[in-house]
């Protein structure tokens, strides 16, 4: 049981080490990610509110902190900003078919590697 409860916490380390590290690699790339979303979307979104939204007039920590809370705590993954809702339900709708595409490529794996022992 203990093997299982580490397993369990290596996992959920890796998972918090995974969401710090893609949240300091947008803050150090260079350019402005508002900048960038606002010219791929011809959005005429104000650039100050949409910073204030994504968290990105903040602080590194806080603006992490405040979105892992969320996450964790509240279940709120976001909203898609080029789509225009939230990213769970939008997880959900395509949850079946990756499933069904990864059974698949399974199946399709294991038929072949007794094809070539």
């Known amino acids: ?27 150090i790339l260079p350019g ?17 509110v949409l910073r204030r939204d994504l968290g990105l007039d903040r602080p590194y920590f806080a603006a992490a902190g405040s979105q892992l809370r969320a996450l964790v705590v509240d279940g709120d993954w976001g909203a898609s900003i080029v789509m225009k809702r939230e990213i769970g339900p939008l997880l959900a709708e395509r ?3 990756s499933a069904i595409l990864a059974g698949c490529s399974l199946l399709l794996a294991v038929a072949f590697s007794f094809g070539f022992a």
């Open 1 to 27: 049981m203990s093997r299982i409860l580490q397993r369990l916490a290596a996992v959920v380390a890796l998972l918090l080490l995974i969401f710090l590290l893609a949240k300091s690699v947008l803050r």
């Open 32 to 48: 402005d990610p508002v900048d960038a979303i606002l010219a791929e979307t011809g959005s005429t979104l104000d650039p100050e």
């Open 95 to 97: 949850a079946r078919s």
